[in-house]
């Protein structure tokens, strides 16, 4: 099912994001796609995008609102391909502003979903997150929500031959609002605070990210949950690394937040399979053909892939690398230290 890049015309929603300003510089310098469309609200990041040099003949700039579904339509007009990146992320902003999280992730969803139909898209991948398995949070509630959706597009598109499916992943290194740019900051003060010292997380690069997304476009059928096999880390070692000698302080976990994410729990893990770097779930509907995934091997009774049982583990050079691999100046190191940690500060 391998595809024809320069044959397609490609559309990311949330174009002007971390994920969608590195899917736009892999698309533009590797696929080539006849043409590329980044559609995104903020007219301030597309100008910024350009005026960094992401610029190109084939490349248009589309602004609009996943909201909109009048402009979806014809942002959609021609398109065969579609990354869903848009979505409002934040935690504390989500469950702050419910409503406006609800109207873009699960409503914004819902408009993706009938433009592409309606336009005649071919292939769809919309990005989900390791929250929305056994949500506690309205982030990965709506995202949860969207899944279903988009899973469940394939038999609302009828006989139109429009596939959907999603991405779900872990934290992202070198994303706004990642964790290492606050460490790194805090830092400078001698003084690094962590929710608590058992947390554990998931973490992939924004490069791995996109490769992967651009992978299951490539081999999806229309109906799969995509998970990657991804290395997880301790915020405690995360933060240590960073700075060996700052004090580090716990000052509790916040609302919303868990010890531990799961990328794919018991229950999905019956209807999963797995190849040698990703897990597929397979969704639990009469229109899916089992024998879509037949050369992958089916998971273990109550196999769960969670950031706290994971087989792959960061070290902290393993961190360096990764942050270096992401970034384009490199991650101060300190060598030695004696960190200092307290709790309840």
Request: hydrophobic share 40%.
């Amino acid at each position: 099912m391998n595809m024809n890049w320069s044959e397609q015309v490609v559309l990311v929603t949330g174009g002007t994001g971390s994920f969608g300003k590195m899917f736009v510089e892999i698309m533009l310098s590797e696929c080539r796609p006849q043409k590329l469309i980044v559609f995104s609200r903020d007219e301030l990041k597309q100008h910024e995008m350009r005026a960094a040099g992401l610029d190109h003949p084939s490349l248009r700039y589309f602004l609009g609102d996943v909201r909109d579904s009048q402009r979806l339509e014809r942002a959609f007009s021609g398109v065969t391909v579609v990354v869903h990146a848009a979505a409002l992320k934040q935690v504390p902003a989500c469950e702050y502003n419910p409503f406006e999280a609800i109207q873009t992730n699960i409503m914004g969803g819902k408009n993706v979903i009938d433009a592409a139909i309606n336009r005649g898209v071919r292939r769809l991948v919309a990005l989900s997150t390791d929250k929305a398995v056994n949500p506690i949070n309205l982030y990965g509630a709506t995202k949860l929500c969207a899944e279903k959706m988009f899973v469940q597009a394939n038999a609302y598109a009828g006989a139109q031959d429009t596939r959907f499916s999603c991405v779900r992943y872990g934290n992202v290194v070198g994303s706004r609002g990642s964790v290492i740019p606050i460490f790194l900051e805090q830092r400078k003060r001698g003084r690094i605070t962590i929710t608590d010292p058992r947390m554990t997380r998931f973490w992939i690069t924004l490069d791995q990210g996109v490769r992967f997304v651009i992978r299951c476009l490539e081999q999806m059928h229309g109906g799969e949950i995509f998970v990657p096999k991804i290395p997880s880390m301790k915020i405690l070692d995360m933060a240590q690394a960073v700075g060996p000698d700052c004090q580090i302080d716990c000052v509790g976990i916040r609302p919303g937040e868990k010890l531990h994410e799961v990328l794919l729990s018991e229950d999905e893990s019956r209807n999963a399979v797995e190849t040698d770097d990703m897990f597929v779930i397979q969704p639990a509907h009469s229109w899916w053909k089992k024998e879509n995934w037949k050369n992958a091997t089916p998971l273990r009774e109550e196999f769960r892939y969670a950031s706290d049982n994971n087989s792959q583990w960061l070290s902290s050079d393993d961190l360096f690398e990764l942050v270096e691999s992401a970034s384009p100046s490199p991650l101060p190191r300190v060598v030695g230290g004696n960190t200092r940690l307290r709790a309840n500060a």
